[in-house]
């Protein structure tokens, strides 16, 4: 076992002479393993070790027996204790997660609070190829992409409270049998922690069900295969990687004011390359890939097909909009006064009936005057909407926004200054200033290209004998109607 986790730690690069370490030791048979063979492995690479226990508040008496078994372990080795009680059911009702995901957030915090006292540098934690194995299952019944099949990371670097450290697993090649018989063969004993042996957590349903199911009925190294098989995906999402990257500049054209992803260059690559590029952008401009998902991935895919100015919000403030050959993803609060600002379109005087071209979006505006009969189904599409033709006072235009334009908010008569309704439904600055509008006067009556946003004064109701229509009309769609 020693030599076992030292040429998997060297291998890895976990440790080197002087490091100081922070053990997390629950009191159970993983990490009480951990825990003597870096305590065995410190004579030979010179490091020191401390241990972080945190007693969660939730098993009462057995709780605090595994704090004690724990504190005797560290007297016996002379390795310095740092227990922490932590009120994890608490804290997972005033901070909306579950007690798995709390405990676990209360533990690292422990963590990194040690490592910051005491100036250390490596967090090591002590999951397995058993805990690998139930972690790939877990991500592939709720649905993952590649990276999650490749489960948990032999290490990684870890950044709390402004605190940098390494995350260090150095049994993760390691069964849990061996562990137990590690444990059995040098006499060292360990506590069971019953909520591992129940079937409330999903985690614990996979490990006592399913896993189990399979190493007893189907394979008895399914463990090990489950670990063989994400090491081989891990291989090839290496290689997917490293393409990606190497294509990333032909494709991907980064500037101060964001990212622009060049439609024709990124069609020409194969699927998995195009949503590996996107991820990468995401990943460039926000900094993160949590909380980036596939369907977030896929939505920016989609505006390959879409018309120029459809735009999509995405995590930590990210805007995908539809350029007229590239897709352009930027921060909202950095978009504003980096990026040039266009000249306003040319105002176009509307002779209704008629139909008029809107060049900046490619579309065609179609409008027609229908005489109105209670009970006529008013159209719900977001391309077409209906006004009450004789409200409106002055000639009608397609422009972009100028000082004192206004919209109706309620039926009441309730106004809000077009800039004003911009801040509230936060569309970026400069996305102001290019929004396409249909105006009456400074009465805006629709913005179109934005959905269902239409001034409540000009909506159809009881009094209205006229309709003015207005539809939106792709070019193919004008094309094929002529």
Known sequence: MINQVFDYTSKHHMIKQGDRIVVGVSGGADSVCLLYVLWRLSEKIRYSVRVVHVNHGIRGKAADDDEQYVKELCLRLGVQFHPFHIDVKSMAKEQGLSEEEAGRNARYQA?????KAYQCNIIAVAHNRND?????LFHLLRGTGMKGLTGIEPTRNLKMDGWDVSLIRPLLHIERYEIENYLHEEGISYRTDAT???EDYSRNKIRNVILSYA?????SGAIGHINESASKIGEALEFIDSFVACQYRQVVRQEQDGCFIRVEALERQAGVIQK??????????????KDLEAKHVEAVLELTEKQVGKLIHLPYGVIASREYEEIRLSKKEEIAEKRTVKEPMVPIQMSIPGTFFIPEKGRYLETQILNYEKNMPIPKNSCMKW???DKIENAVEIRNRREGDYI?????GGRKKLKDYFIDQKVPKPLRDSQILIADGSHIMWIPFEGERMSEKYKVGE???KVLSMKLIDLEENKNDR
Not at 111 to 115: D, E, N, Y
């Open 215 to 219: 190493v007893k009925e189907i394979n």
């Open 408 to 412: 109706q908010i309620n039926s009441l």
């Open 132 to 136: 690998n194995a139930e972690t790939i």
């Open 196 to 198: 591992n042996l129940t």
């Open 111 to 115: 963590f990194v609070q040690v490592c």
């Open 276 to 289: 590996g590029l996107i991820r990468k952008a995401l990943e460039q401009l926000s900094g993160h890939l």
């Open 387 to 389: 006004f009450d033709y």
């Open 463 to 465: 009094t209205t004998t």
